[in-house]
């Protein structure tokens, strides 16, 4: 137990695509393919009301227990361990989506926290550095996984639609905060939301474009990014014959 919690690193950088990969890549696939075959039932029955209740706790335990690891094992830094990275606020504001069933803590949840996940999923490259088994390697792909799924099944099963007010709405959140964080960063030396530095391939990054020329084009990804979201939510609707009023309506 207590190599399993321990905090000090021993510089581990996990395989990317391998058996470990593939197959925490399939837990997660799988639970989307369940939540979106048996979306009828889950929006019946009370298996909907059971499979949220249980996300809510794994997501709340996920938090809960991450933060205390920073406080008693000694590996806490202001640099890395806040909870301002996109995918711990989406986790929150998913928990609060949750719970509330407010559409403000759904529109950021899902926006930044399907993008999130599935990228964090693809390319875990920012775990914390210490060989499987630790806590961290754990935590890092269940809060993601969870964060998945919970956004799936509030776009799926709760039917939450992303439509044009919501977009406005998260593009204004995303650029304020993303706006405080870069100010953060520079005075904290961190680089939360991958602000200051890219991370992945950054020596290409560094080549290629100054600081600054990063840190506006990372700024234009995200709202890129977000705008690809919606238009994929948009074809889908189309697709489904959801025009953009019923779209308003349902959310």
């Keep these: 137990m ?11 950088v996990f395989p990317i695509w391998s058996l470990t990969h593939f197959l925490i890549l399939a837990i997660a696939f799988v639970g989307v393919e369940f939540i979106v075959l048996k979306k009828d039932r889950l929006k019946s029955t009370n298996m909907g009301k059971i499979f ?15 933060y205390l690891w920073y406080g008693f094992s000694g590996y806490f830094t202001i640099q890395e361990s806040l909870p301002f990275y996109n995918c711990r ?20 949840g899902c926006y930044w926290g399907v993008a999130g996940a ?18 961290t390697n754990i935590s890092f792909f269940i809060g993601h996984i969870g964060l998945l799924w919970s956004t799936i099944y509030i ?12 977009l406005r709405s998260i593009l204004y959140f995303t650029n304020i905060y993303h706006s405080f964080i870069y100010i953060f960063n520079i005075v904290a030396k961190s680089n939360y939301c991958y602000l200051v530095e890219a991370p992945i391939a ?23 990014f977000i705008i690809l979201i919606y238009g994929v939510a948009k074809y889908i609707y189309k697709t489904l014959d959801i025009d953009e009023d019923l779209a308003k309506f349902a959310s």
């Design 89 to 108: 606020v989406a986790i929150i504001f998913t928990i609060f989506a949750l719970v509330t069933d407010k559409k403000i803590f759904k529109n950021v």
């Design 202 to 224: 950054k020596a290409s990054f560094e080549k290629f474009m100054s600081p600054m020329a990063y840190s506006l084009t990372a700024f234009l990804a995200f709202n890129i």
């Design 2 to 12: 207590k190599y399993f919690f321990r905090g000090t690193p021993d510089d581990f």
């Design 52 to 66: 949220k209740k249980f996300m809510i706790i794994i997501l709340v335990l996920q938090q809960v227990s991450l």
């Design 155 to 166: 776009l799926v099963v709760e039917e939450y639609r992303m439509d044009r007010e919501s």
């Design 118 to 135: 599935i990228l964090a999923l693809l390319l875990p490259t920012d775990l914390d550095p210490f060989s499987f088994p630790h806590y």
